[in-house]
């Protein structure tokens, strides 16, 4: 039987027929055993396996670390317990104590459960994260939920040098109104740069930009977009409200234009550490050569890096799903139950299609 590992195509992409053989090939390759268990009906399920279990990055971090494996609850079929018992998908879950789906099982070299969290991971970022906090033994110090939130959850987006110096600005929108980045906090805000004569990356991030929020549904209310020009001089307010217009999303907040004047644009440059050179153009008396890509910040306004232009779009959406749970996990209801027998932390967030009783945490 073979499972999910770094070369697989999706993580828990095999049914669970005998963990007591699945430890032992673990251990040879010197990997955690990991199982997943869902239920037919279970959406934080299916948005998992869409958005999470084929993500690049988290088959290759989660996957280098664990052997994972699959159980459908509602399957009879029985199948091999770590103790080499037979049990049927519901007894297994029952021993583990698993109360709602999704759900996940680490298990201890010799079998014993390790580490079990229930409930939906939506970005990847967290997926990964719970995978590290799991391997590090993080929990004999603190929850996953603190644990999550302090590590920020990595993105696709490039890290900048620039994060350490808290950039902002003092722009005005389209309207007039003086923004700062502090304006949106509670919010994530993706920032891009350039200038409404631009013939190609200007409008391609912005539509990108477009559809990344898009993809977000019932999150898009979460992300700010922003588009500060570069060119003052020939982007006045009247210019660019129709041309950020152009690109107003289907959800969430519309695009906001920024401005400034000469001097603002030049501090604003300075301190994102911008490009933006002025060549000579027959057609349109000057072109620029500017910076291309998307800041990305948190809704405590931490530049968390800059998307690169060029980067695929469901790279950018990731990262903007990634934001926008870490949002709904900070603002949630947490709740967390620590095992007070053996050596087993369970942690548990907003569970559904429970098992046995709605709506209790996992307290043993």
Known sequence: MGAAGPAAAALFSADAVDLAAELKSAAREKRGL?????????????????HVFSDARAERDFGRRYRTLRVDLASGAELVDTDGRRRTPQALAERLRIAGTPAFAF????GGLRYRHVGALPAPADFVSLGRFVAEAAYDAQPFAEYRQRSGGALHAASSPLARQAPDFALADQHGRLRR?????????ALAVGYTQCPDVCPTTLAELQAAVDALGDAAGTVQVLFATLDPERDTPQVLA????????????????LRGNAR???????????????QPSPSQGYTLDHTA??????????????????QPLDLLAADLRTLAAEGRAASGPQREALHTRQTIRTTRADPTNLLDQPGQAAHH
């Open 181 to 189: 980045l502090a304006d949106f906090r509670g919010r994530n805000v």
């Open 264 to 278: 603002q644009t030049e501090d604003f440059i300075r301190r994102f550490a911008l490009v933006a050179e002025r």
């Open 107 to 110: 298990f201890e070299r010799d």
């Open 242 to 257: 129709p041309y950020v217009a152009a690109f107003r999303p289907a959800a969430g907040p519309v695009f906001l234009a």
């Open 34 to 50: 990991a199982v997943y268990f869902e239920l037919p009906d279970c959406s934080g399920c299916r948005d998992m396996k869409r």
């Open 293 to 310: 890509g998307v800041f990305l910040f948190d809704r405590r306004g931490r530049l968390r890096g800059v998307s690169p232009y060029g």
